[in-house]
């Protein structure tokens, strides 16, 4: 069954290996490097249909050097994923889904967390331009948007925060509110028209910052949005060790619970986790979750948690983007 990935750390992982920061200091290959949870040789194992690639800069980057790490991040998508693999497409707007051959793998570029720009928006234009379809104010930290969601403060979003949403909707893009606090989240939420939760799981079972309440859930469910689960751990059982597939399914069942069997999806976080599910090591394993699925779920139900429910609430395809 072919799935649709909502969050991954490739590109990270490809930048700090060209600057010699890792993987002693060897560049990877997205084709094939064993270090890649989701290369492509594994996106074909797992018969994963479109994936989404965040650029993510660390808080440990001077703010003046964020934009820089953001091109290196954006030019490595499209010279070491798009430019040396034929088969991987870039999904430039989201009608470019429906325009997949079978033997095309989607490439969707993201913005995890605003630094990169900061409060320049003549640079978030740039991004829209260069095809980010989806962006999330922060990841933990606070910066000029918003607070992250470890941020003790645990503020919401700054007038330039709410104007950058209303970009986002203009520009036909999803407002990600993974790693939002509890009053960004709801800020978000009065203004997104395209709310997505790209890799967050439950709170009610795993009491993380990371995750979402309740009423938090079934605000999204009521906007429209879709949350995909995420295959740390950490969010879904509280601790590093001995997660299983049974404990993520846990997080889906609520979610159905709360009436989202049909805005559920999927947002491994492969390439930015250090610990994995048993039996979800990284994209070849997909399948995996799939037929334990299957074993809960009619395949209607599954084939919409892998694919459809995305396909049936991404932003307006209608709609040109500017």
């Known amino acids: 069954m072919k799935l649709i990935d909502t969050h991954c750390d ?10 010699g920061q890792a993987f002693d200091m060897e560049p990877l290959s997205f084709k094939n490097s064993t270090q890649l949870d989701s290369n492509l040789q594994r996106l074909k194992q797992g018969n994963v249909m479109v994936q989404f690639f965040a650029i993510f ?10 934009w820089q790490h953001a091109l290196e991040q ?26 997949l051959n079978e033997d095309e793998i989607g490439a969707v570029l993201t913005l995890e967390g605003a630094d990169a720009f900061g409060n ?11 095809g980010v379809l989806s962006i999330g104010l922060t990841w933990n930290n606070a910066n000029l948007c918003a607070d992250g ?27 990600d509110v993974s790693h939002a606090t509890v009053k960004g989240f709801w800020d978000i939420m009065e203004l997104a028209d395209y709310p997505i939760a790209s890799h967050s799981n439950v709170r009610a079972l795993t009491d993380h910052p990371r995750n979402l309440y309740d009423d938090q859930i079934k605000a999204m469910f009521e906007k429209n949005g879709l949350i995909h689960v995420v295959f740390h751990p950490l969010f879904t059982t509280g601790n590093e060790q001995n997660a299983t597939i049974s404990d ?35 994209a070849a394993t997909y399948q995996n979750i799939i037929n334990e699925l299957l074993k809960h779920y009619t395949e209607d139900q599954v084939r919409g948690f892998a694919s459809r429910n995305f396909l049936d609430h991404r932003p307006n395809i209608g709609k040109s983007l500017r």
């Open 74 to 99: 954006i030019d490595l998508f499209y010279s070491e994923v798009l430019g040396k693999n034929p088969e991987m497409k870039h999904i430039k707007k989201w009608g470019d889904l429906d325009d």
């Open 57 to 66: 800069i660390h808080p440990e980057v001077p703010s003046d050097e964020k």
């Open 149 to 175: 969601a470890g941020e003790p403060r645990g503020g919401g979003l700054t007038l330039l925060g709410k104007e950058v949403v209303t970009y986002n909707n203009e520009h036909n893009v999803f407002t």
């Open 120 to 130: 320049d928006l003549v640079k978030l234009r740039h991004l829209y331009r260069l």
């Open 10 to 19: 490739v590109l990270l992982k490809l930048q700090l290996a060209k600057r």
């Open 248 to 282: 993520l399914i846990k997080h889906i069942d609520h979610l159905c619970s709360l009436g989202g069997v049909s805005q559920i999806g999927f947002g491994s976080d492969f390439d930015g986790i250090s610990s994995y599910i048993n039996g979800l090591e990284n």
